[in-house]
């Protein structure tokens, strides 16, 4: 059974779905709605065999889809899902962030209880093999997590259509559109729901000069955030979005009364300068306490995964579990629960770095 995919928006991160959704077996990208013309003509390129709409209306009218993916500018996706789950029961995998007000929290609720198909929020960061090797091996590693620290030092936001990701009011804020993948690794490793979220950030690098139809961006590019949790555990959040020169982007550590174990993960190999060899490999390092030394295990990607998009081959293991609930072999690893946690976390964390306040959840 070939399964037919629609997608719903074909910027960046639109092309990195078809082309990890082609690396599928038995998959076809059968239909696209993509308004932006220069978008909408590399999307063509990339999958000539589809069907190419004017409205997202015309997409959910076609009869043989058999599911659906969202990859639109973060302030529709409530939109969309709403006017879909008016239609049909496709399942459906939503980019992150679910949303970006507070106030679009109970009509995802709302949609959860009414779309009968299944709903899955790609939080591609939790199938990156090096950190999904260490959410495999965290409990035995450590003897228990006490103290969760999440580092990305990388480039700075990329232009996307129409600009709308240098603006919170469109994209919810750095804290939400950038960091909403590590408040959802934080739930994942703590096992907890957070109580209290403590946050300074700001814009001191990037856009300062940066002006879109007559406004200023407001989009911040760095900061820390201090996530504390019901069960008594912390974590925290380094961001700095103008420290593309650094061997990895992403370092994650978790320590417990046994030891630390901690993943190292480079930035897309597309921009790595070539006169520097060959891009970094992610690595895991494991420190026990006693006996002391630590253990490094190199992790290599499938360089056609490496070369299908900029998420260190998550999305085509995303896309794996995904096409399992479609075929109805299982349920969705990310809930609208999980995508709703990961917004709240990130608008709190805006809030917090805005009013110097800690702020309660």
């Known amino acids: 059974m070939t399964l037919h995919y629609g997608i719903i928006g074909c910027g960046m991160m639109g092309q990195e779905h078809i082309k990890n959704i082609q690396l599928l077996t038995d998959t ?6 993509e308004p932006d013309p220069e978008m909408r003509a590399i999307a063509t390129g990339l999958a000539p065999d589809a069907v190419m709409v004017d409205a997202l209306d015309d997409l959910l009218a076609i009869a043989d889809l058999d599911c659906l993916v969202i990859v639109s500018p973060n302030h529709v996706h409530v939109d969309q899902l709403e006017q879909i789950s008016a239609k049909c029961d496709l399942p459906i995998l939503v980019e992150k962030p679910l949303y970006t007000d507070a106030g679009d929290a109970a009509r995802v609720r709302a949609i959860g209880e009414n779309h009968a198909a299944p709903i899955w929020v790609a939080m591609e960061y939790r199938y990156m093999p090096p950190i999904a090797a260490l959410l495999d091996r965290v409990d ?3 003897g228990g997590v006490k103290m969760l620290t999440i580092r990305e030092h990388r480039f700075a936001f990329l232009p996307k259509v129409g600009d709308w990701n240098r603006f919170n009011a469109q994209s919810g804020g750095t804290l939400v559109e950038k960091c909403c993948h590590f408040f959802d690794l934080m739930r994942l490793v703590t096992k907890s729901d957070p109580v209290r979220v403590m946050a300074s950030a700001g814009q001191e690098v990037n856009h300062l000069d940066e002006v879109y139809g007559g406004e200023t961006s407001d989009i911040w590019d760095c900061g820390y955030v201090i996530v504390d949790f019901a069960n008594g555990m912390r974590a925290m959040l380094e961001l700095s979005m ?14 417990g009364p046994e030891g630390k174990i901690e993943c190292f993960v480079p930035g897309p190999g597309r921009f790595w300068p070539v006169e520097l060899g060959a891009a970094p490999v992610s690595k895991l390092v494991i420190s026990p306490r006693n006996p002391k030394g630590p253990q490094t295990e190199m992790i290599p990607v499938d360089e056609k995964l490496l070369d299908a998009g900029d998420h260190n081959g998550s999305t085509f ?11 109805g072999q299982q349920e969705p690893e990310v809930t609208l629960a999980d995508g709703a946690w990961a917004v709240a976390i990130g608008l709190a964390a805006q809030e917090s770095a805005t009013t110097g306040q800690a702020v309660t959840l």
């Open 28 to 33: 076809k990208v059968a239909a696209i709605y």
């Open 140 to 142: 035995a590693s450590t």
């Open 242 to 255: 103008f420290a593309e020169g650094a061997e990895y982007q992403e370092h994650v550590s978790a320590i």
């Open 317 to 327: 293991y995303q896309h794996e579990g995904f096409q399992r609930v479609v075929l």
